[in-house]
């Protein structure tokens, strides 16, 4: 399986925006004043799995397709389906822990289990570019979850895709994206750990 570093997204991660970042022009959702700057609420979609439909569980497993392919199509399809438009630490780590538990060989995985914050970091930085042409268009603040429900039927009742959800079961266990996540090394060169937030967030989901 090709890396993200065949694609030049290593180079992007330097060009990681910040958690927080400031709403652009046009996207109007719940946020916080800090200043005289409105940035808008995080959204927790670490719960992306269970709305994964049936093809796009199939390109998963497709060892052929690059994991560039699948953050594009699962970050495209949350921004579209769910208005994602701020992404938690918990949602990119979840999206990074499928990513390896798809690699296929056990010494493969482990490296990128070792290497988990570079990982982590470079998958941060092509959901930020994948989600910039998306944070142009406004949300209508009913559409706007900071929380993606594990009950599809606590999605708000006016957001389109709830007509016609593909509910499918998940091809990977809940406990294994939780117990690789935490596995992962989330210390960057300077010993600076990462937010832990994610693993608590699982930790609810599971239960």
Known sequence: MASFGS????????QERQQEAPVAPGLQVPG???GSRTRSAMQDFSAFPLYLSSAMWDAVEDQKIDNVVIVKQITQMLARDFKLRCPSESTSATLTSLLILREPEAAARQKLIDNGY??????????SQI?????????EAAHYMERLPVDSKELPESLPIRTHLELVKPRMSVSELLMTAQAFNWRE???KKINYRCCRAWCSWVR
């Open 7 to 14: 694609h030049g997204l290593a180079a992007a991660a330097t």
């Open 189 to 191: 060169a300077k010993g």
């Open 118 to 127: 570079a990982f982590l970091t470079s998958v941060k930085a092509q959901i």
């Open 131 to 139: 989600l910039l042409p998306f944070k142009q268009t406004k949300v």
């Open 32 to 34: 916080r004043d800090k």
